[in-house]
Nanobody
Framework: QVRLVESGGGLVQAGGSLRLSCVAS????????IAWFRQAPGKEREFVAA???????WYGNPAKGRFTIVRHNTMNTVYLQMNNLKPEETALYLC????????????????WGQGTQVTVSS
C-alpha cells in the first residue's frame, strides 16, 4: 500500500520560512516523480513544485526564486524549503507521486498524501 505523509507545516509570519517533508512508503521511491501542490479554501488546487525521478526540479511561477525542492532517495523523502512566505500562500500543502511523466496537472499523479497546513500571518 502506497502512503505519502507530509509534515512541517505550521503558523509563520509573512517573510518567514518553513521546510515541508514528504515521506513515502509502499513504492520504489527512486522510480517516481514527486510533486507538491497546495489548495486554499475556495480556490483551485495549484501546482507548487516537482522533482523528477532523475532529480530535475520544476517550479510553478509563484515558487520560483523562493522555494527549493530536493529529494533523498535513501530516505524516501522529498523536502520543500519555502522562504519569504506570503499570506496568500496560506493553504493545505499536498504531496503527490506518479510513475509516468506528463504535465503538472494534479490528474497526472497517482498517489496523494493528506496534506500539511501552512498558515502565513500578515
Amino acid at each position: 500500500q502506497v502512503r505519502l505523509v507530509e509534515s512541517g507545516g505550521g503558523l509563520v509570519q509573512a517573510g518567514g520560512s518553513l521546510r515541508l517533508s514528504c515521506v513515502a512508503s509502499g513504492l520504489t521511491f527512486s522510480t517516481y516523480d514527486i510533486a507538491w501542490f497546495r489548495q486554499a479554501p475556495g480556490k483551485e488546487r495549484e501546482f507548487v513544485a516537482a522533482i523528477s525521478r532523475s532529480d530535475s526540479p520544476w517550479y510553478g511561477n509563484p515558487a520560483k526564486g523562493r522555494f527549493t525542492i530536493v529529494r533523498h532517495n535513501t530516505m524516501n523523502t522529498v523536502y520543500l524549503q519555502m522562504n519569504n512566505l506570503k499570506p496568500e500562500e496560506t493553504a493545505l500543502y499536498l504531496c503527490a507521486a506518479r510513475r509516468d511523466g506528463g504535465s503538472f496537472d494534479g490528474s497526472t499523479y497517482d498517489y496523494w498524501g493528506q496534506g500539511t497546513q501552512v498558515t502565513v500571518s500578515s
